[in-house]
Nanobody, 125 residues
Framework: QVQLVESGGGSVQAGGSLRLSCVASGTNTYARYSMGWFRQVLGKEREGVAAIDTGSSTRYTDSVKDRFTISKDNAKNTLYLQMNSLKPEDTAMYYC??????????????????WGQGTQVSVSS
């Protein structure tokens, strides 16, 4: 059974940086799948932030382009999200997810079937 565990969240001031990690266990086919980062604020829909599709192409939602970078280390079964120039509006619970998709569809939650428990990111002004 595949499990995803996120870490690296925390509280930072605006302009600061954080790096989120997501370790996958219970799988030996990690490299074959698409991986994504999503975020959710209480009362709002889950939003796709960044994704690496099955062809290793990356996608970002417009609000994080040029600030966030998604990467994947297949040897360590680990997904990363480097977040720079953080803004208060980036405050949310961040989730990683595993799926099988291509292109912009990889920013949609419906493309994913396995989810982590989330890590909280809080950015103060």
């Amino acid at each position: 059974q595949v499990q995803l565990v996120e870490s690296g969240g925390g509280s930072v001031q605006a302009g600061g940086s954080l790096r989120l990690s997501c370790v996958a266990s219970g799988t030996n086919t990690y490299a074959r799948y698409s991986m994504g980062w999503f975020r959710q604020v209480l009362g709002k829909e889950r939003e796709g932030v960044a994704a690496i599709d099955t062809g290793s192409s990356t996608r970002y939602t417009d609000s994080v382009k040029d600030r966030f970078t998604i990467s994947k280390d297949n040897a360590k079964n680990t997904l990363y999200l480097q977040m720079n120039s953080l803004k208060p509006e980036d405050t949310a619970m961040y989730y990683c997810a595993r799926g099988y998709c291509f292109g912009d569809y990889c920013l949609h939650p419906a493309a994913y079937s396995v989810w982590g428990q989330g890590t909280q990111v809080s950015v103060s002004s």
